[in-house]
């Protein structure tokens, strides 16, 4: 007999419904032929309170969706607009997700369980709604290496294999599909003021500036930042230190997200939507992820100009709201927030007490100019010269002045870091593709994780009140 889903032992709140009526559109899930759970994971289950659901409860949750007891009693299909590689769009929104239930951390911090893959939603167009499982995989993949590297990242919380066979124009096709749940900190993105801009609603920017500061609290702007008593201004001084900060984190990372529109820019600060995504071979600013990306737009190098571009856009929406110096004080601030917020993350990788700013800026200048030199991927670099180590010349005398973090790792003595270029990625592919095969990518996550423990804590997210 199958269970019943059973009710969620946390007290429920979802203060999304106060804004669904303008915000999102209700929508049913697709039906799938099949639900074969590929994924679930257990960590972050456990901070939700879900951990003790049992195969089978969980698929009826995040392969047929069936409501969280005291949840979101219907899926929303969330709105907004966006600048597609500079170009706006006003007509896209949720084409093959929604958002599926709120819950609270044991901290009491709000988290969105989102979907990728779930169906046509008023948002598809032409699209079918669906996900590959090469999709499905490749996210795990990417979420699972930006946490070990310190990013704030969503993480991929479910993978149900559904039994279509979906046709695509980048991939071999008929190929096998899947439906992803994601957890993520909110999915209130910079289009979804943009829309809210093209149609001129001023009170419903408003009460969307008071949810983002009630539920992604940060601290307030500097003492003397103009207008920093306007709500829709602190918003903005909020979202632009967050996205430095990603910016910052993912040039550490040497990740290359790939897909920068404003529509992908969530602003909590924390990185999601993953397509065509890549880590560098080498250090290559002109790297570009997307084979779409035919300018390089959104090459490596420009990923910081990319995102301080896109918190320009979300000032223009909120100028119905709020005063322009204000705004404009708040966009400056993005070049030094961004300057600072390097320099934290790459000695933390690196395993370096810092030094200040000055002395910081030309340890990272040296570490570039030696990949550049020498054609080292990031993760050579960081794994080799960890905690100061290997190194000679210009780059021996700078690290001389460093003190090492303690750190004991055994991660550390190994030969060759974790690593996630594409080789790897197909390889991995191939296995569950060809063979059915699902140890690779399971032995690959808990690799990851490794790595993750062996860097330690991670650098706290810019501009957060946990």
């Known amino acids: 007999m199958d269970e019943k889903p059973q009710p969620h032992r946390r007290e429920a709140e979802q203060p999304i419904l106060e804004l669904a009526d303008w915000l999102g559109d209700p929508v049913e899930p697709a039906d799938f032929p099949r639900t074969d759970l590929r994924w679930r994971h ?58 599926f239930a709120q819950l609270r951390d044991e901290t009491g911090r709000l988290l969105d369980l989102g979907t990728k893959g779930s169906g046509r939603t008023p948002y598809s167009r032409t699209a079918d709604g669906r996900l590959t499982l090469k999709g499905a995989v490749r996210e795990l993949l990417a979420t699972e290496m930006l946490e070990a590297q310190g990013v704030y990242t969503s993480r991929t919380f479910s993978i ?17 599909s899947a439906v992803l749940t994601r957890l993520s900190h909110g999915h209130i993105r910079i289009g979804t003021f943009q829309r809210l801009l093209a149609h001129d609603e001023a009170d419903h920017i408003r009460a969307l500036v008071d949810y983002c500061l009630t539920q992604f609290p940060g601290p307030p702007p500097p003492e003397d930042a103009p ?48 397509g065509p995504w890549r880590w560098l071979p080498k250090w290559e600013p002109g790297f570009t992820a997307a084979y779409f990306d035919h300018a390089g737009l959104y ?30 004080g708040a966009l ?22 810092p030094r200040g700013e000055q002395e910081d800026a030309a340890l990272i200048a040296a570490c570039e100019r030696h990949m550049r030199e020498t054609a080292q991927s990031p993760d050579d ?3 080799a010269h960890r905690g100061g180590r290997g190194a000679n010349g210009e780059l021996g005398d700078i690290f001389a002045d460093y003190e090492p973090e303690p750190s004991g790792h055994p991660y550390w ?38 790595m993750g423990e062996a860097h330690g804590p991670a650098p706290s997210p810019a501009a957060q009140e946990r």
């Open 42 to 99: 257990e960590r972050a289950a456990a901070t939700i309170g879900l951990d003790g659901l049992s195969d089978e409860q969980w698929l009826a949750h995040f392969g047929r969706f069936e409501p969280l007891a005291g949840n979101l009693p219907q899926p929303l299909a969330l709105r907004y607009h966006g600048h597609q590689f500079r170009v706006y769009n006003p007509e896209i929104g949720d084409g093959r997700g929604f958002l």
């Open 160 to 176: 149900v294999e559904t039994g279509e066979q979906l046709v695509r124009g980048d991939e071999p096709s008929p190929t096998r």
């Open 227 to 274: 207008d920093r008593d306007d709500p829709a201004v602190q918003l903005l001084h909020q979202v632009v230190e967050r996205l430095a900060d990603l910016a910052a984190s993912w040039m550490v990372a040497g990740f290359v997200h790939g897909v920068l529109n404003t529509d992908n820019m969530n602003v909590s600060g924390e990185s999601f939507d993953y």
């Open 299 to 328: 090459a490596f190098g420009r990923q910081p100009e990319a995102l301080g571009w896109n918190c320009a856009q979300l000032a223009t929406a909120l100028r119905l709201v709020a005063p322009s110096r204000g705004l404009v």
């Open 332 to 353: 400056e601030r993005f070049g030094e927030l961004y300057g600072r917020h390097l320099r934290r993350r790459w000695l933390w990788r690196l395993g370096l007490a």
């Open 381 to 383: 670099f960081f794994h």
């Open 413 to 450: 003595q190994e030969g060759a870091p974790q690593s996630m270029l594409i080789d790897e990625v197909e390889n991995i592919w191939s296995a569950i593709d060809q063979r059915d095969d699902w140890q690779p990518l399971y032995a690959k996550v808990d690799a990851l994780r490794r």
